[in-house]
């Protein structure tokens, strides 16, 4: 019996996705006049004229789960789809956990049954929030011998641990199997803690959650894969609602996702699956590859040969690969492939950045058509790069820059305004913090000169032109030398008359100083007659009144603006379902003094939608680590491969995480060697080069210098490469 569903096999950029929504529109019998066209401008292939046949699924019947690799993947099949289909079909597109989380939430009550749980609305616990909540809980038994047995610290170790119970999950693993797990993974390694301590303490915390209504990643996915999907109930729901299931890139998904698609294959659904060789972008994130190859069996296969015609795959993949894998091999790479080489690295960021500026100034490219990729990009080399190339008035688009909030002035300063209005709060509060407040609160927003050449992520600096203040950093500093008086509990502003010549500051400066003293003792008096319902009101009046002030904010700034009242809306939420199943005796303000050293740390950081432009593409560099670049499936005519000689283009620039090994299917439990690592690299290591080397047309820059920021020799993997270039920059 042939098979109805289709199993897509193709490297980078050969036109999977164009073929899963080709499939899509047969199995809806769409006359479209944009598929093939679609098709051909996605993939650069003619289409094979093979038609599967059409099924018979009418329009008020059909029940598509739709699912991509991740959420901007996603958007972008969504809206793929509905073009495609002119709007016709409601279409839902989801990630894995995605659709796992609003099906744990939508069958919540058929949870509570089975497990006997509280009746209580679930809340998803962040992950800041949940290493939090972990600390606290397992603080007790993580004693100074556990810590040094672990040899790293309490952070850490209870974030290595909750890997743990999450990676179990995506594996469809339930907790109480960790411990087997990781017995027989560690064998006889006595370097690491015991697998049932670990396990214990996995089992208390899921426990602990679940008795509050509390869920994570891990625990989302557990009570997806290990309960509702085994229910019958919840079978019949799945499948009524469900007759197809088109995803995308399933290289990178999770075990579980493997077991979702054969439930719907078995009752009769139809399936549409894309799979890369050279993808597993997550390998090592909890994503199982090998296992989810296995789909391929129950499916017509279809094979899509060769590299894109437009990418230097199919010149440069084996000649790279063999050098990598043979260094002794002695071969000189093509003129597409230029090296940039000095002795430093400070050299080496500046010298890439001026031959992108001037091949651009030059017309040589279009900043839109250039890429740098490197394992792993610091705040060194992100700034040095980003403040060059604006000087030249070519912007930069950083993939994904998730900066903790802590690092905006903005959001220092409207924790530092919570300190003065809240008792109690006086020693997170210093003299440098006021003036650096001062002079944010009494800043204007002014048009910018070149106002068109802004991009959502543009650099701070371009818009720092177009920020004025009426107090300057070194009237803050006087103001805040004098006027400035600490208490632990109630930390004061006193009047500008306070400084004896005050008429130095200045009548702007006076005139915002008194305002924003006057806005303060407002907010303080109301405070305490609890006319203020929380700190997150608080801090919404702050950036009403000082920040926003009807402006147009840059983009930097209301991402991080955005993301601290959602980041606070959660953190109070969370305390409440606390203090509701567990009142605790405490000074009425510490939740606030922990969110606030819970920003301090750097955990949280800004990561706003939506990030895709409006219109057209942006005329912006690309600049991105190599697991953001092949994450976000984008393609370039230029590549810039920063650090070339660094090892970490072995690690796939993401670490993986503690066990990953462990859980994968088809070596559950396995003991993970040294050479399995070796291996595991080399052949990570050359799905890199492959995959890369898909998404470039036309030049590559291998950047390069012989130390590194530390001062040691770098030796990494593609040095071979460096060495085999003829066209050679150097300073």
């Not at 789960?65 to 991740?70: D, G, M």
């Not at 006889?188 to 679940?210: G, M």
């Not at 000689?645 to 670490?655: N, V, Y």
């Not at 995480?657 to 462990?662: D, I, K, M, T, W």
């Amino acid at each position: 019996m042939v098979s109805h569903s289709v199993w897509i096999v193709g490297s980078s950029r050969s036109g999977k996705t164009a073929r899963l929504v080709e499939q899509f529109c047969n199995w809806v019998k769409s006359e479209n006049p944009y598929t093939e066209s679609f098709y051909t401008k996605k993939s650069g292939r003619k289409k094979t004229g093979h038609i599967p046949e059409f099924l018979d699924i009418k329009q008020t019947e059909l029940g598509v789960l739709v699912l991509a690799a991740n959420d901007d993947n996603r958007r972008e099949l969504g809206d793929i789809i509905v073009t495609s289909t002119l709007g016709k079909y409601p279409v839902r597109a989801k990630t894995p956990l995605g659709f796992f989380q609003d099906e744990v939430i939508l069958f919540w009550p058929l949870l509570i049954n089975s497990l006997n749980l509280k009746a209580q609305f679930p809340v998803r616990l962040r992950p800041e929030t949940e290493q939090e909540l972990a600390t606290k809980l397992w603080r007790p038994q993580l004693d100074e011998e556990i810590l040094r047995l672990a040899g790293v610290n309490e952070s850490r170790l209870v974030r290595r641990i909750l890997d743990l119970l999450q990676l179990a999950a995506y594996s469809g693993i339930p907790c109480e199997d960790i411990a087997e797990v990781l017995a027989k993974g560690f064998g006889e390694n006595t370097t690491t803690l015991e697998p049932e301590f670990l396990a214990s303490l996995l089992l208390d915390w899921r426990n602990w959650c679940l008795e509050r209504g509390l869920l994570t990643y891990g625990i989302i996915t557990e009570l997806y894969s290990q309960h509702l999907l085994s229910d019958r109930h919840y079978q019949q729901h799945l499948t009524k609602r469900y007759q197809a299931v088109l995803a995308d890139d399933v290289d990178d998904y999770p075990s579980v996702a493997r077991l979702l698609f054969e439930l719907l294959l078995d009752r009769g659904a139809v399936g549409a699956f894309s799979y890369n060789p050279d993808g597993a972008v997550r390998l090592g994130l909890g994503a199982d590859p090998n296992y989810l190859e296995g789909l391929a069996e129950r499916c017509r296969v279809e094979i899509l040969n060769g590299p894109p015609p437009e990418s230097l795959s199919e010149q440069l993949t084996k000649q790279m690969v063999e050098l990598v894998t043979e260094p002794m091999v002695l071969l000189s790479l093509p003129k597409t492939v230029h090296s940039i080489q000095t002795t430093s690295r400070a050299q080496l960021l500046r010298q890439t950045a001026e031959v992108i500026a001037n091949t651009i100034q030059s017309q040589q490219v279009q900043p839109e058509e250039v890429a740098i990729i490197a394992p792993g990009l610091d705040a060194i080399a992100r700034y040095t790069l980003v403040e060059i190339l604006v000087k030249q008035n070519i912007q930069v688009e950083s993939l994904n820059d998730q900066r903790p909030l802590i690092s905006s002035p903005v959001i220092r300063a409207l924790l530092t305004m919570l300190a003065l209005v809240y008792p109690g709060l006086g020693r997170l509060v210093d003299r440098d913090a006021v003036a650096e407040m001062l002079v944010v609160l009494s800043r204007k927003q002014q048009p910018p000169e070149n106002s068109s050449l802004l991009t959502p992520n543009s650099s701070l600096s371009t818009h720092n032109s177009a920020l004025s203040t009426d107090i300057d950093p070194v009237r803050a500093g006087l103001i805040a030398d004098y006027c400035f008086v600490p208490h632990p509990d109630r930390p004061n502003l006193l009047p500008v008359s306070a400084f004896e010549r005050w008429d130095r500051i200045g009548y702007a400066a006076t005139t915002a100083y008194s305002e924003i003293l006057q806005w303060l003792e407002q907010q303080r008096s109301q405070q305490e007659l609890r006319l203020i319902p929380s700190p997150i009101s608080l801090l919404d009046r702050a950036i009403q009144r000082f920040l926003w002030n009807g402006s147009n904010l840059p983009y930097e700034q209301l991402a991080a603006l955005r993301e601290l009242l959602e980041t606070a809306q959660h953190y109070w939420e969370i305390d409440t379902r606390l203090r509701q199943i567990t009142p605790v005796e405490t000074t009425p303000h510490t939740t606030i003094i922990e969110f606030i050293q819970l920003l301090r740390r750097g955990t949280i950081t800004a990561n706003a939608y939506p990030v895709r432009p409006i219109g057209g593409a942006r005329k912006a560099v690309t600049l991105a680590t190599i697991f953001q670049y092949r994450s976000s499936r984008r393609s370039h005519q230029w590549h810039f491969w920063l650090d070339a000689g660094s090892p970490l283009w072995a690690k796939g620039g993401a670490a993986t995480l503690f066990g990953a090994a462990f859980f994968l299917r088809d070596r559950l439990g396995e003991p993970w060697t040294a050479e399995d690592e070796k291996l595991a690299e080399e052949q990570r290591l050359q799905r890199i080069l492959t995959d890369l080397l898909s998404r470039v047309s036309e030049r590559v820059y291998l950047c390069h210098s012989d130390l590194a920021v530390n001062g040691q020799e770098q030796l990494g993997p593609l040095l071979p490469l460096v060495n085999a270039c003829v066209t050679v920059i150097s300073d």
